[in-house]
C-alpha cells in the first residue's frame, strides 16, 4: 500500500501546491475532529502520534511529511480504494476540512 501511496504522490505531486486550506484554522480545527471519530481507529491522527492502531495504516504525520504532498495527492488518495482500507465515504466539506488538517500537520 505504501508503494501505491508512493507512487500516487510522485504522479500528482507536482500538480498541485499546499493548500490556503492549511493555514485556515477552522477547517483544520473540523478536519482534526472528523479525523479524531472517522479515522483514528486505524491511523495515528494527531501531530507528533507516529504509530498508528493498525501498523500497516500510516500516521497522519508520516503523510504530511511525504515530499512532493499536496492538496490534490490526498484528494486522489482518499477517493482510490485500498486493500486494507474499508470504504471511507466522505462528503466534499469533510474531505476538504481532512486534507486541510493533514496538509498543517507539515509545518509542525
Given at each position: 500500500?505504501v508503494?501505491?501511496?508512493a507512487a500516487?504522490v510522485?504522479?500528482?505531486?507536482?500538480?498541485?501546491?499546499a493548500?490556503a486550506l492549511?493555514q485556515?484554522p477552522v477547517?483544520?480545527?473540523?478536519?482534526?475532529?472528523?479525523?479524531e471519530s472517522?479515522?483514528?481507529?486505524c491511523?495515528?491522527?494527531?501531530?507528533g502520534?507516529t504509530?498508528s492502531?493498525?501498523?500497516a495504516?500510516a500516521?497522519?504525520?508520516?503523510?504530511?511529511?511525504?515530499?512532493?504532498?499536496?492538496?490534490?495527492?490526498?484528494?486522489?488518495?482518499?477517493q482510490?480504494?485500498h486493500r486494507?482500507m474499508p470504504?471511507?465515504?466522505l462528503?466534499?466539506?469533510e474531505?476538504?476540512d481532512?486534507?486541510?488538517?493533514?496538509l498543517?500537520?507539515?509545518?509542525?
Open positions: 500500500m508503494n501505491r501511496f500516487m510522485l504522479l500528482l505531486g507536482p500538480l498541485g501546491s493548500s492549511a485556515d477547517p483544520v480545527q473540523r478536519g482534526r475532529a472528523v479525523a472517522r479515522c483514528a481507529a491511523h495515528a491522527v494527531r501531530a502520534e504509530t492502531p493498525v501498523a495504516a500516521s497522519f504525520t508520516r503523510v504530511a511529511a511525504t515530499p512532493g504532498m499536496t492538496e490534490l495527492a490526498l484528494q486522489a488518495m482518499l482510490t480504494s486494507t470504504n471511507l465515504i462528503d466534499a466539506d474531505m476538504r481532512v486534507i486541510a488538517y493533514i498543517s500537520l507539515a509545518k509542525r
